[in-house]
């Protein structure tokens, strides 16, 4: 594939136009794969979030976007689908100059993934229960009760640049779903899919329902966090800005969604297939340069059969092809930046210093048409500890660990010893030796024999430090919506009120 890029300036997306940040500076987007310029990018200040707020609040307080009948609400939702495959070309292109990632993954996954996921919450938002009746109650006395869902109102949504347009459209899709407005603030490394995907989204949706401010996270990010009329915050990001937007969020006791980071362990049984486990525990760790934030970073192989496991892995990996994200050949793209690269060479240094053993990769890769890329060879660790800083915190790049252990107990307490909880894995012939080890992993979402699928229709989310609440499935529109009991009294008379009596000492 080649993307024509033309250097464009993009200014900030509010109410259904592009308007120029009050301050009038950029900043620009360069491809991770060549440091070539692709845009100059509005940054916005707290000035721009006011106006852009404003704009979503307006647009909440009309009926015709908050009350609309959940049939035209599902119409609007695969409309977006629809134009989302129209575009989904430019989406990719775009996407892959920016953030990295293959278009191998990005045209046969990402896009397809959004499309679905609009057409999915058009489905669910017809048989959504928006009321539910409550019997008549004996006490306090004959009522009718109902349970409402309602929008919530102005949403804000703070992106990471690893996933950019599939995470913006987790937070875009339910809100507008439930009849929310959204204002969404993407990563500075790739704001380019968001912003294009609100302008699109924006023409079956009324102006100020959809908008995008960029800039850096200290002013955009935390102007939305603590803004009095921004009454949601869905957050995805590192556990250590997710618990500063927590703190920020609770001056105005902010309904709060996190997805964070993982460090997550699967698990290799004895009897586990081989020819699926290796190659899948590789995906599960290799794919987008090991940026993702299920990735399967921690492995755990009995010691059995753990010289085999090493030695199939280190065979697989060095067959991974690095290259240009817009090569259909490219198995594995740069990581994102040059700083990333630093961190994650000096976790490599940190793994050797403290007695882990290089089996393969652990360097800086030159590409040949790339060189001022930021690649990084598949780099796997065996010998590792699981209290080693490499098995413990989050390298977001592509390093695998691999933990030996004897009883499965050991493998489980080693998995769940961990401040984060997000995904888990588990690889075996037995399916029911596979859920008594399930049932013990503390993980959001777990997975048997395969890694990274998720499903527009089930919930994911963290346990412990990776996160609070869910995102995607039924469970996403729950999180855009709030509650509301309505009672209406069926007793017209005030002398059979006998709870009036709790003021009322004395009526005659
Ligand atoms: P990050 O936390 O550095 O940044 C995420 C977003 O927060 C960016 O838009 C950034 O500009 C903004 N931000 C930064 N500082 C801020 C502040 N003080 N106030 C408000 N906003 C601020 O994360 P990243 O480096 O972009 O992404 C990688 C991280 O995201 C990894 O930890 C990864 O695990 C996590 N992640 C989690 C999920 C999930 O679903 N759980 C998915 C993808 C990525």
């Not at 640049?161 to 490394?189: C, E, F, H, Q, R």
């Not at 995907?197 to 023409?203: Q, R």
């Not at 280190?314 to 040059?338: C, F, H, Q, R, Y």
């Not at 399930?438 to 699928?453: E, F, P, S, T």
Request: aromatic content about 8%; hydrophobic content about 40%; charged content about 20%.
């Amino acid at each position: 594939m080649s993307v024509n890029v033309e250097i464009k300036s993009y200014p900030l997306f509010i109410n259904g136009e592009w308007i120029a940040s009050e301050a009038n500076r950029t900043f620009d987007v360069v491809n991770p794969a060549n440091g070539e310029l692709v845009a100059k990018v509005a940054s916005g200040t707290k000035k721009d979030v006011d106006r852009a707020v404003e704009a979503a609040t307006a647009a909440f307080e009309q009926d015709e976007w908050r009350e609309m009948a959940p049939k035209e609400r599902s119409k609007i939702l695969y409309a977006i689908a629809q134009k989302i495959m129209e575009n989904a070309e430019e989406l990719v292109g775009l996407e892959a100059i920016s953030s990295g990632g293959t278009v191998r993954r990005l045209g046969s996954n990402d896009v397809l993934q959004m499309v679905d996921l609009f057409q999915t919450l058009g489905k669910f938002v017809i048989d959504y229960t928006y009321s539910e009746t409550l019997p008549s109650p004996p006490f306090p006395g004959p009522a009718h009760n109902f349970i409402w869902r309602e929008p919530i109102g102005v949403c804000a949504a703070i992106t990471p640049w690893n996933m950019p347009m599939l995470i913006a459209s987790w937070k875009i899709a339910p809100a507008l779903a439930m009849g929310n407005t959204i204002v969404i603030k993407p990563a500075s490394y790739t704001p380019l899919t968001t912003l294009r995907l609100a302008e699109i989204i924006s023409e079956v949706v009324p102006p100020g329902v959809i908008n995008v401010v960029t800039g850096s996270g200290k002013e955009v990010g935390e102007a939305l966090a603590t803004h009095p009329k921004v009454e949601k915050i869905a957050f995805t990001g590192s556990t250590e800005v997710g618990r500063h937007i927590m703190s920020l969020a609770s001056n105005t006791i902010k309904n709060t969604t996190l997805e964070l980071g993982g460090k997550s362990p699967s698990i290799l049984l004895e009897d586990a297939d081989l020819s699926l486990a290796l190659p899948g525990s590789l995906f599960g760790v290799f794919l987008h340069s090991g940026q993702l934030c299920e990735s399967g970073t921690r492995l755990f192989v009995p010691d059995k059969i753990y010289d085999h496991v090493i030695d199939g892995l280190k065979e697989l990996s060095e067959k991974l092809v690095l290259g240009n994200p817009l090569d259909l050949a490219t198995d594995m793209g740069p990581v994102i930046s040059e700083t990333q690269k630093e961190s994650i060479l000096s976790y490599i240094e940190k793994g050797k210093q403290e007695g882990a053993r290089l089996v393969c990769g652990g360097q800086e890769v030159k590409v040949e048409g790339c060189e001022k890329g930021h690649f990084i060879a598949p780099t796997i660790f065996a010998d590792v500890t699981n209290d080693m800083t490499i098995a413990r915190e989050e390298i977001f790049g592509p390093v695998l660990s691999v933990i030996r252990y004897s009883e499965v107990e050991d493998a489980v307490r080693m998995a769940n010893d961990t401040i984060y909880g997000l995904a888990a894995g588990v690889w075996t012939a037995d399916v029911n030796k596979a859920y008594k080890v399930v049932r013990k992993l503390r993980a959001g979402v777990v997975w048997i024999n395969d890694w990274h699928m998720l499903r527009n229709d089930a919930p994911f989310g963290g346990y412990k430090q990776s996160g609070i609440g869910r995102e995607m499935g039924r469970h996403s529109l729950d999180a855009y919506t709030q509650v509301k009991h309505v009672h209406t009294s069926m007793v017209p008379e005030a002398e059979r009120r006998t709870w009036y009596s709790l003021l009322f000492s004395n009526q005659s």
